[in-house]
Every structure is written in structure tokens, then in C-alpha cells.
């Protein structure tokens, strides 16, 4: 970059000239010059541009990567989610059957110590009477 100023200077000095055709050796050397500075800016630029493009394709390997992590993640947390709401669901349905036979069996309890007391009750009477 330091030489392309000083390269343009030239040229429009050699272009500033007195009316006439430059000497060809001036404008080979003028000519000569561009051109290696801009062979060298052209190689500079490839140069460049690999790098950038290896980066962005190093870039997008990288997000692609944790892209695939990320919805595997979200599979299979959904999934897990969804198991466990099935085992809740069972849980509860599980809870309100016992809670029912709790129910029945305190209420066959008391019928059954009813029935007792009863017969308790019976056979002690009867047990007096005789």
C-alpha cells in the first residue's frame, strides 16, 4: 500500500510531461511497476480471501455443530418431558383409585366393627340369658 501512492505520482507526473509520447524504457519501467504492484495486490487479495473463506466455513461447521446439539437437546428434553408427564398422569390416576379403596375399606371397617359390636352386643345378652 506504502508504494501505490508513490507509483500514482509517477504516472501522473510521466502523464503531466510535455506533448509527446513518453520514452518507452520510462513507460515499461511506469508499466512495469503497476503491474507487479498490482500482481502483488492480487495475490494479497486471494490470500485474503482464502483465509475469510476457510473462516467462514470453519463458522458455519461450528454452528451447524451446535445447531444439531441444540435440537437433539430439545428432542429429547421433549421427550422427557412428555414421559413424564405420562408417569404423572398414571401417579394421579394411581392416588385417586387408592384414595377410592380407602374410602371403601373405612367404610367396610365400620361396617364390620358395627357388625361386631352387634354380635358382641348378641352374645353377651344371650350369654346371661342361659
Known sequence: ??????????????SNQAEGAPAVAA???????VLELLEGLLKKFKTELA??????TNQR????????????AIEKDTADMKEKV?????????AARAK????????DKAADEALKEEITTTFRVKSETF
Open 27 to 33: 513507460y515499461e519501467a511506469q508499466s512495469g511497476s
Open 86 to 94: 405420562v408417569a404423572k398422569s398414571k401417579r394421579a390416576t394411581a
Open 61 to 72: 461447521h461450528e454452528f451447524e455443530l451446535v445447531d444439531l446439539h441444540l435440537k437433539d
Open 1 to 14: 500500500a506504502r508504494g501505490l501512492p508513490r507509483v500514482l505520482a509517477e504516472f501522473m507526473q510521466a
Open 100 to 107: 377410592g379403596e380407602l374410602e371403601k375399606t373405612k367404610a
Open 51 to 56: 483465509e475469510v473463506e476457510s473462516a467462514e
